[in-house]
T-cell receptor
């Protein structure tokens, strides 16, 4: 079975600085997607960034970027120029193409200090 | 606005009661799923569907039932509520390719006393 591990239950960053959230996964599949979701106190799940496993280039969305290491099965999220609004739970998720079974990590709670 | 509509937002049940959490999407997504979120455990898959008339069990299906009579609707039934089912429940949907991940409902906070 696929598993997703987020080894940092909590992280803290100073406003305007950079923070990296870690995620590893275990799979025997070769074709899959990886996602980072943000969950603010409102409880709404918001897609932050996605990565297709067949693409070697790391995905970037404004201040958010990933470091995707397929051989190591690692998918970390880097948040640059952190803002107070980035404070939230962040979930890493793995999804096999054409198979409705998305697996989530346990989450990392990010605190942003002013 | 297009999206996933989930009701109710909050619910308190007594042990042994039954109820249905409603979920509807208007994006013509083939795939729909139900997750529960518990502290320190992330989101765990309860049941999922790949199309109307087709459902399957996820990671934690016991005590829950689903049906998918239409593409739009995917209700989750709690057959006999137990305190262990106290959780936040999310419904989510995506198209078959899943390229953009799930669209989530706003969640239901369920307390079983």
């Amino acid at each position: 079975a696929q598993t997703v591990t987020q080894s940092q239950p909590e992280m803290s960053v100073q406003e305007a600085e950079t923070v990296t959230l870690s995620c590893t996964y275990d799979t025997s599949e070769s074709d899959y997607y990886l996602f980072w979701y943000k969950q603010p106190p409102s409880r709404q799940m918001i897609l932050v960034i996605r990565q297709e496993a067949y693409k070697q280039q790391n995905a970037t969305e404004n201040r958010f970027s990933v470091n995707f290491q397929k051989a190591a099965k690692s998918f970390s999220l880097k948040i640059s120029d952190s803002q107070l609004g980035d404070a939230a739970m962040y979930f890493c998720a793995y999804w096999v193409y054409n198979n409705n079974d998305m697996r989530f990590g346990a989450g990392t709670r990010l605190t942003v200090k002013p | 606005n297009a999206g996933v509509t989930q009701t109710p937002k909050f619910q308190v049940l007594k042990t042994g009661q039954s109820m249905t959490l409603q979920c509807a999407q208007d994006m013509n997504h083939e795939y729909m799923s139900w997750y529960r979120q518990d502290p320190g455990m992330g989101l765990r898959l309860i049941h999922y569907s790949v199309g109307a008339g087709i459902t399957d069990q996820g990671e934690v299906p016991n005590g829950y039932n689903v049906s998918r009579s239409t593409t739009e609707d995917f209700p989750l039934r709690l057959l006999s509520a137990a305190p262990s089912q106290t959780s936040v429940y999310f419904c989510a949907s995506t198209n078959r390719e899943g390229l953009y991940g799930y669209t989530f409902g706003s969640g239901t906070r369920l307390t079983v006393v």
